[in-house]
């Protein structure tokens, strides 16, 4: 089992940057990868970006070259530096985490990221 907690998020106006942060405790030592979605009112939940065990990562289009994760696992934290933020960026961030040898999925309670000015 495994517990996510997030923080970060907040109200940025268009074009600022955030941070968010996703410390994970528990069985950690089975996750295969961690990572963002977000959801808005009405729409299914939709990968942001991920980071894989290995350090392989992929991302959303719509994110790339503004959105960096990376993750520090001295820390057991995973990291969403967020850049460039848009309107259409505005949801609730959703940490996740694969687990285990079948992929359990794991989910943090969300923060939500607001973009206007």
């Known amino acids: 089992q495994v517990r996510l907690v997030e923080s970060g998020g907040g109200l940025v106006q268009p074009g600022g940057s955030l941070i968010l942060s996703c410390v994970a405790s528990g069985s950690i030592s089975s996750i295969y990868a961690m990572g963002w979605h977000r959801q808005t009112p009405g729409k299914q939940r939709e990968l942001v970006a991920e980071v894989i065990s290995d350090g392989r990562t992929n991302s959303a289009d719509s994110v790339k070259g503004r959105f960096t994760i990376s993750r520090d696992n001295a820390k057991n934290t995973v990291y969403l530096q967020m850049n460039n933020l848009k309107p259409e960026d505005m949801a609730v961030y959703y940490c996740?985490?694969?687990?285990?040898?079948?992929?359990?999925?794991?989910w943090g309670q969300g923060t939500q990221v607001t973009v206007s000015s």
């Open positions: 996740h985490a694969k687990w285990g040898s079948s992929w359990d999925w794991f």
